[in-house]
């Protein structure tokens, strides 16, 4: 059974740090790219960053840039993402996904499991 757990959200002021987790089982994790999303109320999910298999390719998303950082763990299946100086434009419910391509996936048509998501509040 394909599971996707993200932890590591909560609730932090503006110019805070936190470090998403989000822990894969069921399927061959090294041979998948991951990616993260993030879904604010009332708007459409939109990638923030993804990496591909062996995490030497990235992808961030301009809002994100230089201020958060996707990393993997392979032998943990575990994909992490840290972000910093956070903003309250960042607050969404945040979701890690995996896709069976090698290749950054930067679609999110192109996922093939999703977690269920941690909520990420920041205050100003």
């Known amino acids: 059974q394909v599971q996707l757990v993200e932890s590591g959200g909560g609730l932090v002021q503006a110019g805070g740090s936190l470090r998403l987790s989000c822990a894969a089982s069921?399927?061959?994790?090294?041979?998948?790219?991951m990616g993260w999303f993030r879904q604010a109320p009332g708007k459409e999910r939109e990638i923030v960053s993804a990496i591909n298999w062996s995490g030497t390719n990235t992808y961030y998303a301009d809002s994100v840039k230089g201020r958060f950082t996707i990393s993997r763990g392979n032998a943990k299946n575990t994909v992490y993402l840290q972000m910093n100086s956070l903003k309250p434009e960042d607050t969404a419910v945040y979701y890690c996904a995996a896709d069976h391509s090698s290749a950054v996936v930067t679609t999110i048509r192109g996922y093939d499991y999703w977690g269920q998501g941690t909520q990420v509040t920041v205050s100003s």
């Open positions: 069921g399927f061959t994790f090294s041979n998948y790219a």
